[in-house]
Nanobody
Framework: AQHLVESGGGSVQAGGSLRLSCVAP????????MGWFRQRPGKEREGVATFYTGYRTTQYADSVKDRFTASGDNAKSTMYLQMNNLKPDDTAMYYC??????????????????????WGQGTQVTVSS
């Protein structure tokens, strides 16, 4: 069953911005490491950012650091990914995910797929030059 629902993808020109949203059931969102992943055309899925709902801490892949910001609204069980200064290389299907383990505070660095057990269906982001 699909637990997480992403939205906010679309098509923008390079330099533009988008904000992705990920709504999760409260029992999944609270006290877990939440992650954003993406799969670019012809490439494997990669971790982009994490947001730990307990302490509201974040971590990012080097490729998006200083451009993307993960955040969350705990009252709405919703995580966000604000993406600024988008580049054509950011074109990908973006997925949100929640950790398999409750209380997992996110490892250092970008998220790793094996640590996440709940996934959304993805939202497409296309950046044109």
């Amino acid at each position: 069953a699909q637990h997480l629902v992403e939205s906010g993808g679309g098509s923008v020109q390079a330099g533009g911005s988008l904000r992705l949203s990920c709504v999760a059931p409260e029992f999944i969102y609270n006290g877990r490491c939440m992650g954003w992943f993406r799969q670019r055309p012809g490439k494997e899925r990669e971790g982009v950012a994490t947001f730990y709902t307990g302490y509201r801490t974040t971590q990012y892949a080097d490729s998006v650091k200083d451009r993307f910001t993960a955040s969350g609204d705990n009252a709405k069980s919703t995580m966000y990914l604000q993406m600024n200064n988008l580049k054509p290389d950011d074109t990908a299907m973006y997925y949100c995910a929640a950790s398999r383990v409750y209380g997992y505070e996110c490892n250092p660095g970008p998220p790793q797929s094996l640590e996440f057990g709940y996934w959304g269906q993805g939202t497409q982001v296309t950046v044109s030059s």
